[in-house]
């Protein structure tokens, strides 16, 4: 598909699509449920990998360990950037398809990696894969809802995702316990691949022609959308609102990519076994996952500033009750936490960037925060394993904790309300 054809403008108002997500039902599901499966493939890794490092491939340091999670930040942080670019450019169908063609070989390559570089190969096709399928499946839910409802839009999606994410570490979790480590709870990981890719490949539908009839709608008389330099230093760091944006993305999977890489460790420090850790890994995605139903539209209804900063502190105060805990009911308190802050940041961060950025240049927008997001997950793994290594979890854990808090405080200061209720 040509560029040209995707920017073509609608010439007659029968063939003009109609936003929102009641108009757009049947398409809107079915990238719900694809994103389902996206989350799923993250989330057959999350309670398992860990236990992998240190019992089958006899990794002792902690760096050494999140090293998976440094590779998987990177790859899918670098992806996002491409995949909003290429999104606008060429579509949004053909880059969803090509990431889930890359997610195929991730299962296979996990049960028979003969070593931890081929674990971090497969981290790294799993993060180009989730670049690509996260990000459009995101940017084709905006596509279809709209202004109106893009809260809830982006809510419905992160609930998808982050539901089956807790869904699948559950599951691995379980199968671990009673089956071992490898291979079998990589084999759910095919499934999600396949039915994916077959859902994206024979009924998923082209959205761009929506962004140019939310376009012409919106009257803003811009009609040339600035280049890819301008679009990256405004979302990055001169656009006060954007830039916030971005930091506090930055920032949530910061701590969620320390959650990722030490809480396994630091639960099997405390006692706990297989089952529970796969319990607490799922909790935290769970309550995330199900609070973004309504944390989406509550934005929608309050507006996105307040939704964020309150977030971020909830983050910091949930990871500070996991590390002065020491059994399983105060880590699942801190989980829930964790979880609830969270569901309110990441729905809610998306809105806020559809609510700036303007159509002609949104996907390239999202591209650019989805950039400096997952490298949270590089920059947490990094900065986590070295001062685990150093000083020992629970001071890792802490640092985390006033770095959510602090992130909160510059979204405070710095940004406005971006949401016109």
């Known amino acids: 598909m040509q560029t040209k054809d995707l920017q073509k403008p609608a010439g007659h108002q029968k063939d003009q699509p109609e936003l929102g997500i009641r108009a757009n039902l049947a398409q809107f599901s079915l990238l719900v449920l694809v994103n389902a499966f996206v989350g799923a493939m993250v989330g057959m890794e999350r309670s398992i990998l860990p236990a992998i490092a240190e019992q089958e491939f006899l990794l002792a340091a902690r760096a050494a360990i999140l090293s998976f999670i440094v590779v998987f930040g990177l790859t899918k942080a670098i992806t996002n950037y491409f995949a909003g670019r290429f999104s606008d450019r060429y579509g949004r169908k053909i880059i969803l398809i090509a990431g889930w063609l ?29 670049g690509l399928t996260w990000s459009t499946t995101v940017i084709m839910k905006i596509d279809l809802a709209g202004p109106k409802n893009r809260g809830l839009a982006m809510g419905l999606n992160e609930f998808a995702g982050y539901f089956a994410v807790a869904v699948a570490a559950l599951a691995t979790g379980y199968i671990a316990s009673h089956w071992g480590l490898r291979p079998e709870p990589f084999y759910l990981g095919i499934g999600f691949a396949v039915a994916g890719l077959l859902l994206s490949v024979l009924l998923v539908k082209e959205t761009h022609h929506f962004v140019q009839h939310e376009a012409s709608m919106a009257g803003t008389g811009q009609t040339v959308p600035p280049g890819q330099k301008e679009i990256f230093v405004k979302t990055s760091f001169s656009d006060h609102n954007l830039s916030s944006i971005s930091q506090a993305g930055l920032v949530n999977n910061l701590n969620d990519g320390m959650a990722w890489g030490l809480f396994p460790l630091f639960f099997a420090t405390a ?17 995330w996952g199900i609070g973004q139903l309504f944390t989406g539209a509550l934005s929608d209804r309050i507006g996105r500033k307040g939704m964020i900063v309150a977030g971020m502190w909830t983050q910091a105060a949930g990871i500070a009750v996991i590390t002065v805990s020491t059994g399983f009911s105060g880590f699942s308190t801190g989980a829930i936490l964790l979880g609830l802050g969270t569901a309110m940041v990441y729905p809610t961060l998306l809105a806020a960037l559809g609510d700036v950025a303007h159509p002609t240049w949104r996907a390239s927008a999202v591209g650019v925060y989805r950039l400096w997001r997952d490298l949270g997950y590089a920059v947490g793994a990094i900065i986590a394993g070295v001062v685990a290594d150093q000083y020992g979890l629970s001071v890792a854990m802490v640092l985390i904790a006033v770095m959510t808090f602090a992130s909160g405080a510059i979204v405070q200061i710095r940004m406005t309300e971006t949401h016109q209720r």
Do not use: R
């Open 102 to 130: 890359i997610a195929i070989p991730v299962p296979f390559v996990l049960i028979w990696a003969p070593s931890w570089s081929w674990v971090l190969f497969a981290n790294a096709l799993l993060g180009i894969s989730q």
């Open 271 to 287: 006692g706990m076994t297989l089952t529970q850790i796969g319990w607490l890994a799922a909790i935290y995605p769970a309550v």
